[in-house]
C-alpha cells in the first residue's frame, strides 16, 4: 500500500521551544493530510485538516497558533508546536488520502513528543 | 454530531479462537468505515473497509459486519494469533475527515 513518512518519531523538548513534524506521502501526491493526536489508551482526536497550498482547518477547540500547520506541496505537510508545554506531550499522527485514488487514509508512524 | 464509539475496551481471547470486535455508531450520513489496527507506539494500520450498500466483507481471517438498521459494526477476526495483539478502532468518514471510535485493546493467551 501507500506509504507516509513522519519524521522525527521521538523527539524531546524543552518548555518554551517549537517542534516541527513532518509528514510525507512517499509514493503518492496529497492534497489533503489530517493531523492527529493521541492521549495513552486513548482514540486518535483529529486536529487539524491540511490542505495542499491554503490555510488548514482547525478542530474546535485546537488552537491554531499554537499547532501552526503547514501543507506546502503535495507530498509534505508540517506541524509545528510553538511554545512547547508539558502538556503538549503526547503521540501526533498524521494520515494522507491519495488524491488519486479512494478514500482510504494512510498513516504515518507517529511521533512521541515529550516537553520537559 | 458524528460519534463513534465503541461497546468494550479490552477484550481478552485464548490463541487460535475467533475474536469479535464491535463499534456502534450514532446517525450519520457516512456510507463509509474502516478498522484499524494499532500497535504500540505505532500509528494506525488499515485492515479492511465497508461501504454502507454492503453489509458483509471478508478478508484475509477477517470479515466486518455492518448492521445498518442497529447502527453496528463488527470485526471478527479467525484463529486469533499472538500478533493480533494491538488496539482495533472502527472509524468511518464523515464531512471528509476521518473520525475514530475509542478503540479496543485486544489481548491473545498463548
Given amino acids: 500500500g501507500a506509504v507516509v513518512s513522519q519524521h522525527p518519531s521521538r523527539v524531546i523538548c524543552k518548555s518554551g521551544t517549537s517542534v516541527k513534524i513532518e509528514c510525507r506521502s512517499l509514493d503518492f501526491q496529497a492534497t489533503t493530510m489530517f493531523w492527529y493526536r493521541q492521549f495513552p489508551k486513548k482514540s486518535l482526536m483529529l486536529m487539524a485538516t491540511s490542505n495542499e497550498g491554503s490555510k488548514a482547518t482547525y478542530e474546535q477547540g485546537v488552537e491554531k497558533d499554537k499547532f501552526l500547520i503547514n501543507h506546502a506541496s503535495l507530498t509534505l505537510s508540517t506541524l509545528t508546536v510553538t511554545s512547547a508545554h508539558p502538556e503538549d506531550s503526547s503521540f501526533y499522527i498524521c494520515s494522507a488520502r491519495d488524491q488519486g485514488g479512494g478514500t482510504e487514509a494512510f498513516f504515518g508512524q507517529g511521533t512521541r513528543l515529550t516537553v520537559v | ?110
Fill in chain 2, 1 to 110: 454530531g458524528e460519534n463513534v464509539g465503541l461497546h468494550l475496551p479490552t477484550l481478552s481471547v485464548q490463541e487460535g479462537d475467533n475474536s469479535i470486535i464491535n463499534c456502534a455508531y450514532s446517525n450519520s450520513a457516512s456510507d463509509y468505515f474502516i478498522w484499524y489496527k494499532q500497535e504500540s507506539g505505532k500509528g494506525p494500520q488499515f485492515i479492511i473497509d465497508i461501504r454502507s450498500n454492503m453489509d458483509k466483507r471478508q478478508g484475509q481471517r477477517v470479515t466486518v459486519l455492518l448492521n445498518k438498521t442497529v447502527k453496528h459494526l463488527s470485526l471478527q477476526i479467525a484463529a486469533t494469533q499472538p500478533g493480533d495483539s494491538a488496539v482495533y478502532f472502527c472509524a468511518k468518514i464523515g464531512g471528509g475527515k476521518l473520525i475514530f471510535g475509542q478503540g479496543t485493546e485486544l489481548s491473545v493467551k498463548p
